[in-house]
């Protein structure tokens, strides 16, 4: 009977042991699901963006003057607000919903895309450097900058109810008159002057050789009344 007693206490306190262990083992598993890092946060609604700017060099375009005439840099800044969208370089979302870079596109008035920009900031610089001669040249003319919201894959997001993936902008461009070395040409302006500097140096070699040789008969000549001096010397002085 005593043996029956002791197996039952035994059995008891086995089982009492496993379920403290399950007890232990639930309260961990709901800590790690609790924990913040791990639930993405939900959007405070749908994501958009705005182009806010575009700027030429000299103002931003719209605000009057001399705000169409692309600067000597040949950068077309452009500036966006986003709104329930993060921003992060490409590869650091993971699962955070609404999140990803920007994509800035520049096209021409017959829809060719001419330059293209990824960022994870609310300000780009597009450089149209190369744009100047190339199979598509910038001219003076209408353009289009586009701003695309993108995912970590490069994918567009696609609009909810109230946002947009996308937005874009149409603005008049005029190149620069007064560059002293222009882009299409690179040291062009440099040439020149090298070019200038050898004919000079051509001529000056002409008229240095011309008045070189006149110089030297006339020092020709000195060399002569020089000997003649000296004889004329010598003679008074065997004469004395």
């Known amino acids: 009977?005593?043996?029956t007693v002791n197996a039952s206490k035994?059995?008891?306190?086995?089982?009492?042991?496993?379920?403290?262990?399950?007890?232990?083992?639930?309260?961990?598993?709901?800590?790690?699901?609790?924990?913040?890092?791990?639930?993405?946060?939900?959007?405070?609604?749908?994501?958009?963006?705005?182009?806010?700017?575009i700027s030429l060099g000299n103002g931003l375009v719209g605000d009057g003057g001399e705000s169409s005439v692309l600067a000597c840099d040949y950068k077309i800044g452009v500036t966006v607000q986003t709104t329930n969208w993060t921003l992060y370089p490409p590869?650091?979302?993971?699962?955070?919903?609404?999140?990803?870079q920007l994509r800035v596109t520049l096209t021409s008035a017959s829809g060719n895309v001419l330059a293209s920009s990824i960022a994870a900031?609310?300000?780009?610089?597009?450089?149209?450097?190369?744009?100047?001669?190339?199979?598509?040249?910038?001219?003076?003319?209408?353009?289009?900058?586009?701003?695309?919201?993108?995912?970590?894959?490069?994918?567009?997001?696609v609009a909810l109810d109230g946002g947009n993936?996308?937005?874009?902008?149409?603005?008049?461009?005029?190149?620069?008159?007064?560059?002293?070395?222009?882009?299409?040409?690179?040291?062009?302006?440099?040439?020149?002057?090298s070019g200038g500097a050898s004919n000079a140096g051509a001529s000056g070699d002409g008229a240095g050789g011309t008045a070189g040789d006149g110089a030297a008969g006339d020092g020709a000549a000195g060399d002569g009344a020089a000997g003649v001096a000296g004889a004329l010397s010598s003679a008074g002085a065997t004469a004395g």
């Open 165 to 193: 993936g996308s937005a874009e902008t149409e603005f008049s461009l005029t190149l620069p008159a007064d560059c002293a070395n222009p882009p299409d040409m690179p040291g062009a302006g440099g040439a020149g002057g």
């Open 10 to 53: 035994s059995t008891l306190l086995r089982g009492l042991r496993a379920l403290g262990y399950s007890a232990c083992l639930l309260a961990v598993f709901q800590a790690c699901s609790g924990d913040d890092t791990s639930t993405p946060l939900t959007p405070a609604g749908p994501a958009s963006v705005e182009i806010t700017g």
């Open 121 to 157: 900031g609310n300000g780009v610089a597009l450089d149209v450097r190369t744009l100047l001669p190339g199979a598509a040249p910038i001219e003076a003319g209408r353009y289009t900058i586009q701003v695309e919201l993108v995912d970590d894959a490069g994918k567009v997001h």
């Open 1 to 3: 009977m005593g043996a």
């Open 91 to 100: 590869g650091r979302c993971g699962s955070t919903p609404q999140c990803g």
